[in-house]
């Protein structure tokens, strides 16, 4: 990538080449390092799909619902490809789930990035809390055009998706369900929400209970 952009960084400096010509240059050169870009992205997804239940074990920690998400959106913004619409992260901070960190991560870094790619410029996506007996519940909504109807069945399904071709590998809302099936949670979608917009994802995960050990 670096090498890349040296190189646009020479076209733009040079002084042998017609304007036209390194104009054109230097959109091909941008061409091929977004592509490139894609292909990584989508090559991660898929080393990453492929490990998500080949661990043997999971870690069952404390994990802040408010933190993991503030989290996932710190993450999000260091991507200079991305712009993050506004978050409105709503989860009590003292509402905590049982299980792996990272991999909990993954999910609201996924959830989100969807959320910011189907909202509107500026509206907001709300993510809220609430306890449930020995259940965390977690929404994550969006204000965007919703979910098609004949997509809403396979939408967990590896390599579907509703986004423009280049824009997504399908394989985001896959691993999501196979780190929260892995929890013992589980994970539904409703959509439109309101006035024929709007998709919103509920999480349910594992409250946190600390272990007591009996004294012998």
Avoid: W
């Avoid at 061409?31 to 870009?37: A, F, H, S, Y």
């Avoid at 189907?118 to 909504?141: K, L």
């Avoid at 896959?174 to 994802?201: C, K, M, N, Q, W």
């Amino acid at each position: 990538f670096f090498q890349a952009e040296d190189g646009i960084r020479d076209v733009e400096r040079s002084r042998g080449l017609g304007d036209v010509y390194k104009r054109q240059l230097k959109d091909s050169s941008k061409q091929i390092l977004e592509q490139t870009r894609r292909i990584s992205r989508i090559v991660e997804s898929l080393v990453t799909f492929s490990h998500s239940g080949g661990q043997p074990t999971l870690d069952h920690l404390p994990v802040s619902a408010y933190d993991v998400i503030e989290e996932a959106m710190a993450l999000l913004r260091l991507d200079p490809d991305r712009k993050l619409q506004p978050v409105n992260n709503e989860c009590p901070q003292d509402l905590i789930v049982s299980g792996d960190p990272q991999r909990l991560l993954q999910v609201f870094v996924n959830l989100l990035t969807n959320a910011s790619d189907a909202n509107p410029e500026h509206r907001p996506v709300t993510i809220r809390g609430h306890a449930q007996d020995d259940r965390v519940c977690i929404e994550v909504e969006d204000q965007g055009q919703g979910i098609p109807n004949d997509m809403r069945h396979s939408l967990f399904e590896p390599f579907v998706t509703s986004k423009a071709p280049g824009r997504g590998t399908g394989l985001g809302l896959a691993l999501v369900y196979s780190i929260i099936e892995d929890h013992g949670g589980s994970i539904r979608v409703d959509s439109p929400v309101a006035e024929g917009r709007g998709t919103r994802f509920t999480i349910e995960l594992p409250v946190y209970v600390e272990a007591v050990t009996e004294s012998s």
